[in-house]
């Protein structure tokens, strides 16, 4: 008895997985979203390349993607300098302990002056993977919302109108604003 209730728990189980399989793929072909995001985590820019190929006319939004690479490119490129300023300075400094300067680059700076200039550009390098950061979660963010607005229509009759209006047997005016628009397609 036992057998057979486990049984039909589990044939019960399987259909109710089943049929939420099917409603999350029905949702999925209407909003794209997390296609877009996923696609964008694992390579940067290609959400929005998918939200370019998904959207029935054409919304182009290959243009964003130089500029997602182009702000990645920038703040690793920022990262690796300071590192290696970072580098260099914990270097001198280390030798000035031990013997002379060695490197021409930090001769007019005192050790003090060197430590100050340690934590300025090690402070600037942390800042710049602050920023390539953000610039990876914004791109996640803009495939997200485009995905979001990919069935979105703007018609041209969208149009306000301001008419005033007098009431009968009450001091003052007033005015109403009619808002007439088609959202839906």
Not at 134 to 159: G, I
């Amino acid at each position: 008895m036992k057998v057979l209730v486990m049984l039909v728990a589990l044939i019960n189980y399987s259909f109710v997985l089943a049929q939420a399989k099917q409603k999350d793929r029905a949702l999925d072909s209407i909003y794209p979203f997390k296609k877009a995001v996923l696609f964008s985590a694992v390579v940067p820019g290609s959400g929005q390349i998918f939200n370019s190929m998904h959207h029935s006319q054409r919304k182009n939004a290959y243009w964003k993607v130089p500029l997602i690479y182009a702000g990645l490119g920038a703040t690793a490129w920022l990262i690796f300098q300071n590192q290696q300023t970072v580098q260099s300075i914990k270097t001198e400094y280390s030798l000035r302990q031990i013997a002379t300067p060695v490197d021409p680059t930090w001769m007019n700076y005192d050790d003090l002056a060197l430590v100050s200039l340690y934590d300025q550009y090690a402070r600037r390098r942390d800042l710049c993977i602050l920023g390539m950061g953000a610039v990876y979660l914004f791109q996640l963010l803009d495939a997200a919302v485009e995905a979001h607005f990919l069935h979105f229509s703007v018609t041209p009759n969208l149009s306000m109108n301001l008419q005033p209006y007098v009431i009968p047997r009450a001091f003052g005016c007033s005015a109403t604003l009619h808002l007439n628009s088609n959202i839906c397609r």
